[in-house]
């Protein structure tokens, strides 16, 4: 891209939006990702600067009221976060994610969020995520018993919905801003639909023409062109970046303060997710979450799956950071754009 083109990408992702009242830093965000958003990688995200809000992994709404943030895997985040940080909530019951929302307000972090969107089969058989869009007046009465629990901003997160037609997100959208939410996120893929064939950005300008509240765009989007392109084709008021964050942490920084990593980061970054996965999980967690970062962070490379079968099996943190320095010991040939074939 064009130093013209991202001094245009960085201002339109710079001008203030405010949710509920609060300012975001910028419009560019970190998708919600379970086993990737954890608060390991949103320190190394941090490290880079430049994330304008970040999803926390999906919490489940009944457990969330008797967490113990120091103690749990994913309802924890540091001080230094509080600020910045959306718990997503997953349930199915109005009540109980109503609970789950005040305990986050109690918490004094920035917002609540609704997965309404998850398709995996553990999910969809609770009724929860995505199954929600098959029913839209039990999802709209959950938006509109968080919304009467707490006054922290309120999103939603969904997608098209189960079958290939826009007209059910469109009429969801106004349902949920009519129930009380202050912005939403929409990936515009049918539920069954694994990220295995393009999102459709076209429903993502209409859902954003169809409410008055702020509409961030999600799906494909892999490089600052994307990014671009998405925030002009459609209209929407900010953007959610998922799998692209994890193979490249520094790009909230790239595309929205302008700042080019340097050579060495691409080597240094995978040792540092290394040592606060270490910080923050005990060992066999940290593995697990190591594991899956570097399945997204190979995709940098041209050689990038012997960086991933060399760690897919070995049996400690000690082992996959020595199978990674190995790799980086003659530099890797680094790809112009990564290869998103690796993405799941
Ligand atoms: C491993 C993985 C885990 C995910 N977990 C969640 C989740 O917990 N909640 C959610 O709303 N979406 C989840 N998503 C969906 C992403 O937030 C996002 O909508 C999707 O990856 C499309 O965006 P992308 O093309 O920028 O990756 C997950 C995606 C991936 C790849």
């Known amino acids: 891209m064009s130093g013209e083109m991202l001094s245009d990408l960085s201002r339109r992702l710079q001008r203030p939006l405010l949710i509920r009242g609060r300012r975001l830093a910028n419009r560019l965000v970190l998708s919600p990702m379970a086993q990737l958003g954890h608060v390991a990688y949103r320190q190394l995200l941090d490290g880079f600067g430049g994330c304008g809000l970040m999803f926390s992994e999906m919490c489940s709404a009944r457990r969330v009221p008797t967490e113990t943030p120091s103690r749990s895997t994913y309802f924890r985040w540091r001080d230094a976060e509080r600020k910045r940080l959306v718990i997503q909530i997953v349930g199915a019951d109005p009540d ?22 998850c ?12 199954a929600l869009l098959a029913s839209p007046d039990r999802a709209e009465a959950i938006v509109r018993a968080v919304r009467q629990a707490m006054d922290l901003p309120l999103f939603v997160k969904f997608r098209t919905g189960w ?49 008055e509240i ?26 959610a970046v998922g799998r692209m964050a994890i193979t490249q942490p520094w790009l909230f920084a790239h595309w929205v303060l302008k700042a080019v ?49 060399k760690t897919a099996n070995v049996p400690s943190m000690a082992a996959a950071i020595a199978a990674v320095e190995r790799f980086f010991a003659a530099p890797p040939e680094r790809l112009a754009q990564p290869s998103i074939v690796r993405f799941a």
């Open 163 to 211: 079958k290939d037609d826009p007209e059910l997100p469109v009429e969801l959208a106004r349902r949920f801003a009519a129930a009380g939410a202050d912005a939403l996120t929409f990936h515009p893929r049918v539920a069954p639909d694994r990220r295995n064939r393009p999102a459709k950005w076209a429903y993502i300008r209409l859902v954003k023409a169809a409410v």
């Open 119 to 130: 398709s995996v089969a553990a999910i969809c058989k609770r009724k929860c995520g995505a």
């Open 261 to 309: 990593p340097p050579a060495q980061v691409y080597a240094e970054t995978p040792l540092a997710m290394a040592r606060l996965l270490n910080h923050h999980f005990e060992p066999a967690s940290a593995l697990r979450r190591y594991k899956k970062f570097l399945s997204y962070y190979a995709a940098n490379f041209r050689f990038g799956h012997t960086l991933y079968s």
């Open 96 to 117: 109980e994610m109503a609970a789950a929302a005040v305990r986050i307000a109690a918490e004094g972090l920035f917002g609540v969020d609704l997965n309404f969107g």
């Open 214 to 239: 702020p509409v961030f765009g999600n799906g494909d989007v892999f490089s600052a062109a994307d990014c671009l392109r998405m925030l002009e084709t459609t209209g929407c008021d900010g953007v």
